[in-house]
């Protein structure tokens, strides 16, 4: 069991988009934590070249996300008339909006790849994959890891065959995990404390963890280890672009918003997710392909209020350090943390 050789409790979360890199997944893997690949958004070809790159440079346990397909394309109707509303923002940019369109990002081939590549992890987001895809990991020696949101989405994935849940709370940054409903969403500290309480599968905790104080909360609540994305993302290793780096340094509310992808993520709030949050459908990977024009054209002209800031509830936490030293730092806290808490418990 993976969970139990790492030296530190620490997960990077998956970051796909930009933030995640090679450098980065190392940087946490060797300082004693799980460094993570995200697989999301790339070819098949792209992320086997990924995992290749990491064994190059390490020896260190390490995990692979994948996006689980929609279940169904959108109706085009759900979503023409946003489109058509986005299209001023377009003319503002200068740039042609994307063509809105569903696909399960190469699927069947990143499956193919993982069950040879055989790599330690495999997590899975916005989606329980079948038991049989399950079964076929494990049988190459894979752990499987399953994000979900409420306890219902942890019966099934435990259903599936996962031996680790990622259980995601509330406030955590990026896209929320959910795939059966979203009207009741759980904080980390209530989610961790029912799931623990059924003591069926490992725990793995993310969302708003920035701080060692926090990670020691998670742990407490039963949590075997902390996935941590925010906190990752100013380092010097991470993708993170400049105008996302610079808005994560600055106290600033977040809130979930559907404006940039159609799927409801969690980001610092800006002028796109105030004007169009209201109006966005739910039409996931469509809208994510119409605004990918405008986010990118954002991001080069260093225009924070059309592009998508992901952060959780705790991104100022966020420190501008190396990786190793960010992971051990947490690590540290969490430990001192957890003693200074048992004093106070007697
Ligand atoms: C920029 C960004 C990209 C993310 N990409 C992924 C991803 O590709 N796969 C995934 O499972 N979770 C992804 N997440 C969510 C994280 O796995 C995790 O739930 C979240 O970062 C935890 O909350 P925190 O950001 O407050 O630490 C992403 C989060 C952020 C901020």
């Not at 993520?265 to 605004?291: S, W």
């Amino acid at each position: 069991m993976i969970l139990d050789d790492l030296d530190i409790p620490i997960v990077l979360a998956p970051l796909a988009g930009g933030p995640a890199t090679v450098e980065l997944a190392r940087a946490v893997s060797e300082a004693g934590g799980l460094g993570f690949l995200a697989a999301g958004y790339r070819t098949a070809a792209d992320m086997a070249e990924q995992v290749r790159s990491f064994r190059a440079v390490s020896r260190r346990p390490f995990g692979v996300n994948v996006f689980t397909p929609p279940p169904a394309a959108a109706d085009p109707q759900s979503y023409a008339p946003y489109v058509e509303r986005l299209g001023e923002e377009a003319t503002r940019a200068g740039v042609p909006l994307g063509e809105p369109r569903c696909d399960d990002d190469d699927w069947d081939a990143k499956l193919d790849a993982l069950a040879e590549l055989a790599v330690p992890v495999v997590s899975f987001v916005f989606g329980c994959p079948p038991a049989g895809v399950v079964a076929r990991l494990r049988a190459s020696g894979i752990a499987v890891w399953i994000t979900i949101t409420t306890p219902a989405e942890a019966g099934q994935a435990l259903a599936a065959g996962a031996d680790a849940l990622v259980v995601q709370g509330y406030e955590a940054g990026g896209h929320r995990a959910s795939f059966a409903g979203e009207e009741a969403p759980y904080g980390l500290l209530a989610l961790l404390q029912l799931l623990d309480a059924q003591q069926r599968a490992p725990l793995v905790a993310a969302g708003g963890l920035a701080s060692g104080r926090g990670i020691a909360g998670a742990l407490a609540a039963g949590a075997r280890a902390a996935q941590v994305g925010t906190a990752f993302l100013r380092c010097p290793e991470a993708g993170t672009a400049e105008v996302h780096r610079a808005a994560l340094a600055e106290p600033a509310p977040t809130a979930i918003t559907r404006a940039f992808t159609g799927k409801p993520a969690r980001g610092i709030v800006n002028r796109f997710m105030r004007e169009h949050g209201d109006a966005a459908p739910a039409a996931y990977p469509e809208i994510h392909h119409v605004t990918a024009p405008l986010r990118q054209a954002g991001r080069r002209r260093g225009d924070a209020n059309v592009v998508n800031l992901w952060a959780g509830q705790t991104h100022e936490l966020a420190a501008a350090q190396p990786a190793a030293a960010v992971a051990r730092r947490l690590a540290g806290e969490a430990r001192d943390a957890l003693r200074r808490a048992s004093g106070r418990a007697v």
